[in-house]
């Protein structure tokens, strides 16, 4: 059994606090971000969770096409910037301009978009996709 040193105890409850404090910044209006880091971190995670979430109401409806991948980006993009401008007010220029926050962790969220949005829409709807071709 390996014993854990008092330092490293103190850093674990450290970052524990860290994040804590991160995430009760985050969802109270007009927080104050000493790091960009922290504030753009709140942005990918949250982006990361709503880009699911999206995924899934859009392969249980079912849109297909290019219909639900504008209206992902419309979503995810106008989420980001209503949260960041009207929610924290945040001050563009300390993050290089609005398109910075807007694009932060995008990428990332349109793969995890597209994983759980095909993952749903087959998964439910690929019965009457093979029906109607073999019609």
Not at 24 to 40: G, V
Not at 88 to 108: C, H, L, P, R, S
Request: glycine residues 6%; proline residues 2%; hydrophobic residues 50%.
């Amino acid at each position: 059994m390996v014993a854990k040193s008092p330092n490293s105890e103190k850093m674990a409850k450290s970052k524990q606090s860290h994040i804590a404090s991160v995430w009760n910044r985050a969802i109270k209006p007009n927080s104050e971000w000493t790091e960009k880091d922290d504030f753009l971190d709140v942005v990918y995670w949250a982006r990361q969770v709503l880009s699911i979430l999206i995924g899934i109401v859009m392969g249980l409806i079912p849109l297909k096409g290019f219909i639900a991948l504008a209206l992902f980006a419309l979503l995810n993009c106008g989420a980001v910037y209503l949260y960041s401008t009207s929610f924290q007010n945040i001050d563009e220029d300390a993050y290089g301009g609005m398109w910075e926050v807007v694009k932060e962790g995008f990428m990332t969220s349109f793969a995890c978009f597209l994983v759980t949005w095909i993952i749903f829409y087959t998964g439910i709807h690929f019965d009457s996709v093979v029906i109607e071709k073999s019609l």
